[in-house]
């Protein structure tokens, strides 16, 4: 690999350093303005995770994506002049332009230009730290690239003489690094694939211990890694900033009443999260898909609450989750205001555990929920266990919640909420169900 691509895959995305960025908000056709706004304001919070400052903002209303600018060139000539009179060394769209769109506005303003997808990679690339979520990040990073490299690499159209004796034209850097970007793809897919293969064979190991699991869903910053820490008393990273956890951390959790069960943060879900990035995340997102039961994270104070609630069912959706249970939890309880539209969604929730993860109050009410469910989730079997059957009282003991346990003449009577597989495996020894 050239010094160029190694410098290109591991460092920022950008080209150039940039610290002052305007934002180009899209307000579609049939969208209200209230909504474009929020759209607007999560652009920004993406902006700011990534580190890079705000001068200004700016909406564009579109009725269709124009082939060339995706917006009017009379609405460009509008922005580049408000972009150059705050400074901003950069402007980022919040859209999906193309390559050639991307290309055309950076020739046609002078000024760098990335879009959404471009500001999602380059924080998904810094916060990467497992194995497999690097190598995703990385492949996502050069697949986003490859039409792009014009872009980014100018001085690649240089020509490369020809070999000695061959005096041809010859071809041009840029068609010789493209070819390694794809054969370097091509390696990073097999490494993922023996990476998917380790995690395959260590989800199985969980699985055959009959411990219920659960996952932490929700619209990123919701307070999901602050709920694990809360119910674990761990120390996961938990930032107000959107996507601070982007690999799966599980952690065993035991409930008062001594009932346990695996709990694993995810990846916060966000408005147009681009498909190969879910793809990209499949390591943490199918924490959720194989889980027992789903604890679904919501910011009450949030006015988009609703839209958020509907973002994160979607992503569910389209990882093939359906009539799975789900505790819908409410969380920063402790910041709402009496008479305010935050109070009034409380009513939109009907059943939800109402916390806060930052005073503690409700998690009671969520322990006692979760109790429940593993209950409903468990057989409760009653054993007459031989005496001399000591492995088969550890199994149950390991593997199950006792509810009792006594002696009577050469049998050991065990009450137990047990799983399918133990429930099978000890068959023979069960006298009521």
């Keep these: 690999m050239s010094n160029d691509l190694e410098l290109y895959d591991n460092g920022d995305i950008l080209s150039t350093k940039c610290e002052a960025a305007f934002l180009v908000g899209i307000k579609e056709r049939g969208e209200s303005d209230e909504d474009a706004q929020e759209h607007l304001e999560e652009l920004e919070s993406l902006v700011d995770t990534m580190g890079i400052g705000v001068v200004s903002t700016d909406i564009a209303i579109i009725r269709e ?33 193309s390559p050639r769109q991307q290309r055309n506005i950076e020739e046609f303003s002078g000024v760098t230009v990335i879009d959404r997808q471009e500001v999602i990679l380059d924080i998904f690339a810094d916060r990467a730290s497992t194995k497999e979520a690097t190598l995703q990040v990385q492949l996502a990073r050069l697949e986003y690239s490859l039409p792009r490299l014009t872009r980014a690499w100018t001085h690649l159209s240089r020509q490369r003489g020809g070999a000695k004796g061959n005096r041809g034209k010859g071809e041009t850097q840029l068609e010789s690094d493209k070819r390694m970007v794809l054969r370097y793809i091509t390696s990073l897919k097999k490494e993922i694939q023996e990476v998917k293969k380790n995690r395959l064979l260590l989800r199985k190991k969980r699985a055959d211990r009959p411990v219920p699991s659960a996952a932490i869903v929700g619209y990123t910053n919701a ?25 799966p951390t599980s952690r065993k959790i035991s409930l008062p009443g001594g009932r346990e069960f695996i709990l694993t943060d995810t990846v916060g879900f966000i408005r147009k999260l681009p498909h190969d990035l879910i793809d990209a995340f499949k390591s943490t997102l199918e924490e959720a898909a194989f889980a027992d039961f789903i604890i679904h994270v919501l910011d009450i104070t949030n006015p988009n609450v609703m839209h958020h609630q509907k973002v994160t069912l979607d992503v569910l959706e389209d990882l093939g989750i359906k009539n799975k249970k789900i505790i819908t939890v409410l969380n920063k309880i402790d910041a709402l205001k009496p008479d305010t539209i935050e109070e009034f969604n409380l009513l939109k929730f009907p059943g939800a555990v109402k916390i806060s993860t930052y005073t503690g109050a409700g998690i009671d009410d969520l322990q006692n929920t979760i109790h429940k469910l593993l209950k409903e989730l468990n057989i409760e079997v009653k054993f007459s266990l031989p005496l001399d059957r000591w492995d088969l009282l550890s199994l149950l003991k390991r593997e199950s919640h006792i509810v009792s346990e006594e ?8 009450q137990a909420s047990v799983s399918e597989k133990i429930k099978n495996q000890l068959s023979n020894y069960i006298i009521t169900e």
Excluded: M, Q
């Design 65 to 97: 994506p124009n082939p060339k600018f995706y917006i009017g060139a009379g609405k460009l000539e509008e922005i580049i002049e408000k972009a150059k009179s705050a400074r901003a060394d950069l402007i980022i769209f919040d859209a999906e332009l």
């Design 223 to 247: 307070g999901k890694s602050s709920l694990l820490n809360f119910l674990t008393g761990s120390n996961v990273l938990a930032e107000d900033k959107l996507f601070a956890t982007l690999d």
């Design 407 to 414: 002696y009577s003449g050469e049998n050991i009577l065990v």
